[in-house]
């Protein structure tokens, strides 16, 4: 598939000019009947047609015993019959020029292998027409302008969605149809839905991308349990990005039993949640960690509108009560916002409004604010004026509850919008229906629950952030990487060094002449490492030593050395001894680079020894990253303290810390097909200005990486 | 005040024969009128007496000029006047006999300087008589079996709270009152409420104790800002624990922000977060995140009451959806619970009555519950029946509000509940108010959130292993410490190892001589240490050398330091040379004590250099500690393989250093009057079976803590 195809040809599933129904029924319960229903009870305007064997009147409309006796070739197909029937359907669908098949029918990958043979054989059928099919085994779709009903979603029975700007994709039926619940129930509008069950054509990324190009939504929401296509799943989120669409990911299956659980749910393999995070992070999705997040994160968006996302994390608390300003520094806090001081002026104009107020940051308006709730207006536009804070979260238990307060705040906040507009003004509140959806016409989001209310606005932050983000480098061009580099380490940093990875001065003797000749160009101290393709592990050989001081003790330690070699692998091919400058003192990183089965190759760096391995202190991206984006994986170590200066250290040189992994990322991109795996153990970086080196780097081929699973 | 007083005398504010109001008002919404019209409404049986300057009718009731003018002594006063005249109105009440004063007025240490002074001679008021009293500025009290009200929440507006077994406490007015109000919504009864807001007289400890003692209460919930007196909140906790009673605790001021906000709104220091947390720890209260938390826990302890408790953190769960069963694996992971696998008969069980389901652990019982609902009493006793696990959590998104499938889903659990009586089902659901109602009535919590459900499991066992674990370790009684003992490092030394912690074997030479004999006892290699009362910072001066390895080294180096250190501190004086075993290889922890103002001696323990001071990586918790607790202590360390043979290292003797940490503990509290800090640096814990040794200690007097604050 052509990356630009991505999303490509589902328009017909939101808003086709004609439905047919495979397997329509008359027994509303069952999933053949229930679309039916739905399409009539809210009146979709195209072409009804059930097909049914029988014929006859299906819930009241002709039906069809096939698809060749229709009228017309309907534009979407909606199969309901059981499984062994489905291929049929679907090879008549693509053969009669119909534009998308919906298969609800279950009975597929999810069942074992000949369930997972039948649902190759019908994404064949996708992959061999211009046809696009969702699922099988999904709960289908829903356009809700053109009132498209492709699902059997319970959530249908009581109301159809109300008509609005938010999206709905999800890989699990259940979680979508909960999430299209929850967002009526919140008065949260929706513009499509989209589930993609098992995925033998349409994906995942297919539905954020055919979200992100439909103009009637702004905000998509997705749950995510798994992705079989990395790439394709960075298209669709930059697809998003580029359309200026904030893409809010719930993703399940994070800890080993969830993935567990995901991995025996879906059939596929859900990947490690460290790799889904940074693809995530990079791809500018802002994750949330539960599904009422998702909804909170996703309604204050599309209320917020773009105008309105805040440039920075600082924020002004104000409250009625001292408690509660306490509950938001401190929710606020966990969500690495910061609640600076105010201005003085802004504080003198609170106090000149109640003269016991806590006017810094909470700002306390006590219970005054109840008696005297013409004093909000001044209150917020004495700190909405105060250029000390990016954002401001109002706070009220039961003000909206409270009819003589109510009317007051509402004009307060009208007031507060019109002489503030650009101001993200979010209310930590509780508020009846109908008083919550006028405050989302004005603009506020409101959350009712203290943690959501921060979190919300930090995720506003990271949309915020997103945009103004630099877009993402140019391609690198892929290239096969010659055999003779996974040789030895030599070999291995000959050409990483040409990719741009500091290594120290070195060269392969061959003879001691050699040797010496290479020691009088370098000078001491020296290192000494023995070169073999059949040697992995030098030291336990006694391959290695460190730290030759002179010509004297460097001929001796070349013998040394090539004897307890000789004793201890005497079938290994010797290339020559390594001979290279000795670095001393720095820190030491790991830092490697592994092909993600999904999503390609992976940059990781950590503190060497045991905060990488037993802290698990590592920091994980896509490749390939920049310098900046380097510094800022480094930055977000718990140990970055020890490269920066910490209990009395030179500070470290991070820069060249940085450089080296953006150019260990290039190199795992460019040579993408033939590397599997680096390993740069240790980068040491020395003080600042002073350079890291790789001391030891070790190549994996495809190859020998296929060879090692077996 | 004697520990066994603390709660004493709060009887009379839950359920007074009668009560005063100064300051009684005829205006509703002022504060000494509200508490009138609310006793009035809501039924209170005793005798009500307004006291008013103007006398006359207040809320059609007789008013009084005085309090002597009453037909008899009330035995709670509700105090609502401005606050210049609450002192004489506390004062009166003392003299008088009345029980209990509540001080609902404001104006006093949260005003500042005046405000603190006045608020202090009004505590001396209580302390110098048997009348207790509770503010001011607080939000009051509420007894509800005896209608006593004592506050002016706007929680009561609307209604009085249903009767029940949760008593809620806190120090925020707002807080408590908002916790009310989620409490009736949410159906949960209250027996008791009391806010103690500046607490001049009861604290949050004494109201803790009032509940704890108090038989119509099960569970106490509360809302906590700060401690002003350590040792009284330790023993309200173990009240609470020896009554068997849930302490569920929402701490605000967690983060610095936060702890700010706290200080500047209570006008007391909120001391540290981690103390805090360790003391909460310790005294078994459960510890919530969020006020959403302390309600859904302090719910579902109610609906389960102890028998119900489970008793290990193994869960099964149940769903009708793949995707919730993801996400409440993810839930229960991050809470800490495992989802074993189910046993082979169970997982036949539940295939046997749905052939498609999942029958593992999160079992998928697919949309076939929902079509076939009668199947779920089958799974339900399948898996209750299961001893692999020891809690269950029922999901269901929306059965509970489908008609059809309510009542097979209650008819189900009614059976299961009969079956299995003691089984802990958690229901992870939605529900309509009644529905929930009657499921919490058959024993069955209901959460909505799946975060939530899992957190709520994880509080319940929690609750489940304070009251198996042992009773507090005996007292012990206080001693105080020698003045020379603070002199020098092996003063120290000398008396830390009479309390059992291991120090290497050394002696004190005043002569090469001595040193000499001192060395041929012990053995090489050694270490030598300049003794001196003047010396802090040993190395700095040249005053120590490790690795002595003969006679002839020995007297070399015992010259040189001497000469050394003669050169750098000529004036110092000179005790003698530390002659000491030398310890080597091992692992360096760092061990200590401080006193917390609040709470009293903490100990510490982490992992040497940048563990603990970089990583933050150390464990906490109130001396005295004993060997298990130690242990735990260590074990919650992140770098704990280090000392558990991580990488290939041996085992360290962890039972050595938690003897020692032990050790150190009761010493810290034993000598608590006249040692204010103690660090062990390094504790060096060699490998298993081969002790530990505190290489250098450092004991800090109380008079020298309080010189170094000055």
Same mark, same amino acid.
Not at 139 to 150: C, Q, R, T
Not at 245 to 255: F, H, T
Not at 279 to 284: H, N, P, Y
């Given at each position: 598939?052509?990356?630009?195809?991505?999303?490509?040809?589902?328009?017909?599933?939101?808003?086709?000019?004609?439905?047919?129904?495979?397997?329509?029924?008359?027994?509303?319960?069952?999933?053949?009947?229930?679309?039916?229903?739905?399409?009539?009870?809210?009146?979709?305007?195209?072409?009804?047609?059930?097909?049914?064997?029988?014929?006859?009147?299906?819930?009241?409309?002709?039906?069809?015993?096939?698809?060749?006796?229709?009228?017309?070739?309907?534009?979407?197909?909606?199969?309901?019959?059981?499984?062994?029937?489905?291929?049929?359907?679907?090879?008549?669908?693509?053969?009669?020029?119909?534009?998308?098949?919906?298969?609800?029918?279950?009975?597929?990958?999810?069942?074992?292998?000949?369930?997972?043979?039948?649902?190759?054989?019908?994404?064949?059928?996708?992959?061999?027409?211009?046809?696009?099919?969702?699922?099988?085994?999904?709960?289908?779709?829903?356009?809700?302008?053109?009132?498209?009903?492709?699902?059997?979603?319970?959530?249908?029975?009581?109301?159809?969605?109300?008509?609005?700007?938010?999206?709905?994709?999800?890989?699990?039926?259940?979680?979508?149809?909960?999430?299209?619940?929850?967002?009526?129930?919140?008065?949260?509008?929706?513009?499509?839905?989209?589930?993609?069950?098992?995925?033998?054509?349409?994906?995942?990324?297919?539905?954020?991308?055919?979200?992100?190009?439909?103009?009637?939504?702004?905000?998509?929401?997705?749950?995510?349990?798994?992705?079989?296509?990395?790439?394709?799943?960075?298209?669709?989120?930059?697809?998003?990005?580029?359309?200026?669409?904030?893409?809010?990911?719930?993703?399940?299956?994070?800890?080993?039993?969830?993935?567990?659980?995901?991995?025996?749910?879906?059939?596929?393999?859900?990947?490690?949640?460290?790799?889904?995070?940074?693809?995530?992070?990079?791809?500018?999705?802002?994750?949330?960690?539960?599904?009422?997040?998702?909804?909170?994160?996703?309604?204050?968006?599309?209320?917020?509108?773009?105008?309105?996302?805040?440039?920075?994390?600082?924020?002004?608390?104000?409250?009625?009560?001292?408690?509660?300003?306490?509950?938001?520094?401190?929710?606020?806090?966990?969500?690495?916002?910061?609640?600076?001081?105010?201005?003085?002026?802004?504080?003198?104009?609170?106090?000149?409004?109640?003269?016991?107020?806590?006017?810094?940051?909470?700002?306390?308006?006590?219970?005054?604010?109840?008696?005297?709730?013409?004093?909000?207006?001044?209150?917020?536009?004495?700190?909405? $004026?105060? /250029?000390?804070?990016?954002? *401001? @979260? !109002?706070?009220? %238990?039961? &003000?909206?509850?409270?009819? #003589?307060? =109510?009317?007051?705040?509402?004009?307060?906040?009208?007031?507060? $919008?019109? /002489?503030?507009?650009?101001? *993200? @003004? !979010?209310?930590? %509140?509780? &508020?009846?229906?109908?008083? #919550?959806? =006028?405050?989302?016409?004005?603009?506020?989001?409101?959350?009712?629950?203290? /943690?959501?209310?921060?979190?919300?606005?930090?995720?506003?932050?990271?949309?915020?952030?997103?945009? #103004?983000?630099?877009?993402?480098?140019?391609?690198?061009?892929?290239?096969?990487?010659?055999?003779?580099?996974?040789?030895?380490?030599?070999?291995?940093?000959?050409?990483?060094?040409?990719?741009?990875?500091?290594?120290?001065?070195?060269?392969?003797?061959?003879?001691?002449?050699?040797?010496?000749?290479?020691?009088?160009?370098?000078?001491?101290?020296?290192?000494?490492?023995?070169?073999?393709?059949?040697?992995?592990?030098?030291?336990?050989?006694?391959?290695?030593?460190?730290?030759?001081?002179?010509?004297?003790?460097?001929?001796?330690?070349?013998?040394?050395?090539?004897?307890?070699?000789?004793?201890?692998?005497?079938?290994?091919?010797?290339?020559?001894?390594?001979?290279?400058?000795?670095?001393?003192?720095?820190?030491?990183?790991?830092?490697?680079?592994?092909?993600?089965?999904?999503?390609?190759?992976?940059?990781?760096?950590?503190?060497?020894?045991?905060?990488?391995?037993?802290?698990?202190?590592?920091?994980?991206?896509?490749?390939?990253?920049?310098?900046?984006?380097?510094?800022?994986?480094?930055?977000?170590?718990?140990?970055?303290?020890?490269?920066?200066?910490?209990?009395?250290?030179?500070?470290?040189?991070?820069?060249?810390?940085?450089?080296?992994?953006?150019?260990?990322?290039?190199?795992?991109?460019?040579?993408?097909?033939?590397?599997?795996?680096?390993?740069?153990?240790?980068?040491?970086?020395?003080?600042?200005?002073?350079?890291?080196?790789?001391?030891?780097?070790?190549?994996?081929?495809?190859?020998?990486?296929?060879?090692?699973?077996?």
């Amino acid at each position: 598939m052509q990356a630009t195809q991505v999303g490509r040809g589902l328009d017909a599933l939101f808003k086709p000019r004609s439905i047919a129904i495979f397997g329509a029924s008359d027994d509303v319960t069952k999933i053949g009947g229930r679309p039916l229903q739905f399409l009539q009870k809210y009146g979709y305007a195209g072409g009804i047609y059930p097909i049914n064997r029988k014929a006859g009147l299906v819930q009241s409309l002709q039906a069809y015993a096939s698809l060749a006796e229709l009228p017309e070739v309907p534009e979407l197909a909606v199969i309901a019959v059981p499984p062994a029937g489905v291929l049929d359907a679907v090879q008549e669908c693509a053969r009669r020029g119909v534009k998308t098949a919906v298969i609800l029918s279950a009975g597929f990958s999810e069942m074992g292998e000949e369930g997972s043979r039948l649902q190759a054989r019908i994404g064949e059928v996708a992959r061999a027409s211009a046809m696009r099919i969702v699922g099988p085994n999904c709960l289908g779709a829903i356009g809700v302008p053109d009132k498209s009903i492709a699902t059997f979603s319970v959530a249908l029975e009581s109301s159809f969605p109300a008509a609005g700007s938010v999206g709905i994709v999800s890989q699990s039926g259940n979680l979508g149809s909960f999430t299209l619940r929850l967002a009526g129930e919140r008065g949260l509008g929706v513009s499509r839905m989209l589930t993609t069950g098992n995925e033998c054509d349409v994906d995942i990324a297919d539905a954020i991308a055919s979200l992100a190009a439909d103009p009637g939504t702004s905000v998509i929401l997705c749950c995510m349990e798994t992705c079989r296509d990395g790439a394709k799943l960075m298209q669709a989120m930059a697809m998003a990005r580029e359309a200026g669409k904030p893409l809010v990911v719930l993703k399940v299956g994070v800890s080993e039993a969830g993935s567990a659980a995901a991995a025996s749910h879906t059939g596929a393999l859900a990947g490690s949640d460290a790799v889904f995070d940074a693809v995530l992070r990079q791809g500018g999705a802002l994750r949330v960690p539960s599904i009422e997040l998702l909804l909170e994160v996703g309604h204050a968006l599309s209320v917020v509108g773009p105008a309105r996302v805040p440039g920075g994390h600082r924020v002004a608390v104000l409250t009625a009560s001292g408690g509660f300003g306490v509950l938001l520094a401190d929710a606020a806090s966990a969500q690495g916002l910061v609640l600076p001081k105010l201005a003085a002026q802004t504080q003198e104009r609170i106090l000149s409004a109640v003269p016991f107020a806590a006017p810094s940051n909470p700002v306390d308006m006590t219970a005054q604010v109840s008696s005297r709730p013409e004093v909000l207006a001044r209150m917020l536009d004495a700190v909405a $004026r105060d /250029d000390s804070c990016d954002a *401001l @979260i !109002l706070q009220s %238990a039961n &003000a909206f509850h409270v009819p #003589r307060l =109510r009317d007051v705040f509402l004009g307060a906040l009208e007031q507060v $919008r019109k /002489d503030h507009p650009a101001r *993200l @003004i !979010l209310l930590c %509140a509780r &508020a009846p229906d109908d008083v #919550r959806a =006028r405050l989302n016409a004005m603009g506020f989001p409101v959350v009712e629950g203290i /943690d959501a209310a921060c979190a919300t606005v930090a995720a506003l932050l990271r949309f915020g952030a997103r945009n #103004r983000a630099p877009a993402a480098p140019p391609a690198i061009d892929r290239a096969p990487l010659a055999a003779e580099a996974f040789a030895t380490e030599a070999s291995a940093k000959a050409v990483l060094a040409e990719a741009g990875l500091p290594v120290p001065r070195e060269a392969i003797a061959r003879s001691f002449d050699e040797a010496l000749a290479a020691a009088r160009e370098m000078g001491f101290p020296l290192v000494l490492k023995i070169v073999s393709p059949d040697i992995a592990h030098k030291t336990e050989v006694g391959g290695v030593f460190v730290g030759v001081r002179s010509e004297a003790q460097l001929r001796e330690e070349y013998n040394k050395l090539l004897a307890r070699v000789a004793l201890k692998a005497p079938r290994a091919r010797i290339a020559g001894v390594l001979v290279a400058q000795m670095v001393q003192g720095g820190v030491e990183l790991i830092l490697g680079s592994k092909k993600d089965p999904v999503f390609g190759p992976m940059v990781m760096v950590g503190l060497g020894g045991i905060f990488a391995e037993i802290l698990k202190d590592v920091a994980l991206q896509p490749a390939p990253v920049d310098e900046a984006q380097a510094t800022a994986m480094l930055r977000s170590l718990k140990a970055f303290p020890l490269l920066d200066g910490a209990r009395g250290r030179p500070k470290a040189d991070v820069q060249a810390a940085a450089k080296a992994i953006a150019a260990l990322s290039r190199f795992a991109v460019r040579h993408a097909d033939s590397v599997s795996e680096i390993d740069i153990n240790p980068l040491v970086v020395l003080d600042q200005g002073r350079g890291a080196h790789a001391l030891d780097a070790l190549l994996v081929s495809e190859e020998q990486a296929m060879k090692d699973k077996q």
